[in-house]
């Protein structure tokens, strides 16, 4: 009976500890789950940027091959015109990845969340972008000597006239 007595009266300190350890447990996986949802939503940030910048680029690659196409082609003042808007184009769109690449790797190396994949992806895409100026730079110079040789064919011709 004494027996029965100590560990009635012992029982409750028992129970008392293990409400501690769970409230305590509690709180951890609480702040665990805010600590995923938080990596979780700046990893989709990540994404959506990384998205937008690629499409951006895809974008760029249909119209570079337009513009050469254009440029090939027989040139008018019309075809000229659209073949220069197009390229300002795209040096714009060149330009808006740039500043969100750049925007990107802020908050990448501001970010408490590393990710050494994200990272080969930041680098990957600031490649893509330094090959599209290159791209966009000779092109610009095929274009500018175009120009030339259709001026200087207008001129032969104005002559022949």
Do not use: H
Not at 58 to 75: C, F, N, P, R, Y
Not at 93 to 116: G, I, P
Request: hydrophobic content about 40%; proline content about 1%.
């Amino acid at each position: 009976m004494r027996k029965l007595v100590i560990i009635l009266l012992v029982l409750p300190f028992f129970t008392a500890c293990n409400q501690k350890e769970l409230k305590k447990l509690k709180e951890e996986n609480a702040q665990l789950t805010q600590i995923a949802q938080k990596r979780d939503s700046t990893i989709n940030d990540f994404v959506e940027s990384f998205q937008a910048i690629a499409a951006n680029l895809d974008s760029i690659k249909v119209k570079e091959k337009l513009i050469s196409v254009q440029a090939a082609g027989e040139q008018t003042a019309d075809s000229k015109t659209q073949v220069l808007n197009d390229l300002n184009l795209v040096k714009s769109q060149l330009n808006k990845n740039k500043a969100d690449l750049a925007d990107l790797n802020n908050k990448l190396k501001n970010s408490w969340y590393r990710n050494s994949k994200l990272k080969k992806l930041t680098e990957s895409l600031q490649r893509q972008i330094q090959e599209k100026e290159e791209s966009v730079a000779n092109l610009t110079s095929q274009v500018a000597a175009l120009n030339g040789k259709v001026d200087n064919l207008n001129g032969q011709v104005a002559e022949l006239k």
